[in-house]
């Protein structure tokens, strides 16, 4: 179920509106310059830690390899992290609508997280 382009498509745009989510959570959380470097340097980071730190074969070859289970608790983690963005920015139903959706994703695409724990 994992590999399915349908599944794949909508993990990709839970990826990009996490980023998004703790881009404006950096520009509400900032003031003057440092709201530019909140909102753009964050995403960013995230975005750099998640392409760089992943476990081999999945898919493609891994930049730096790590064991799978830290790969999993890192993407857990940046959801959760855009979650809680949302529901600090006030965004409580999106926030609750984004976390619930991203746990179903996850419970959908259970070969890959099997798959994922024994690397």
Do not use: C
Request: glycine residues 8%; positive net charge; proline residues 5%.
């Amino acid at each position: 179920m994992s590999s399915h382009p349908v599944n794949l498509g909508l993990r990709f745009l839970f990826e990009i509106a996490a980023l998004i989510s703790l881009g404006i959570w950096g520009w509400q959380r900032g003031e003057g310059w440092v709201r530019f470097i909140l909102a753009v340097g964050i995403p960013i980071i995230a975005a750099t830690l998640w392409a760089t730190f992943r476990v081999p074969n999945d898919p493609g070859t891994a930049p730096v390899a790590i064991p799978g289970i830290l790969r999993l608790m890192f993407e857990l983690a940046l959801f959760a992290f855009a979650t809680w963005a949302l529901y600090d920015l006030k965004f409580t139903a999106l926030a609750w609508i984004f976390g619930v959706a991203t746990l179903l994703h996850y419970v959908a695409s259970y070969d890959r997280v099997l798959w994922i724990i024994k690397q």
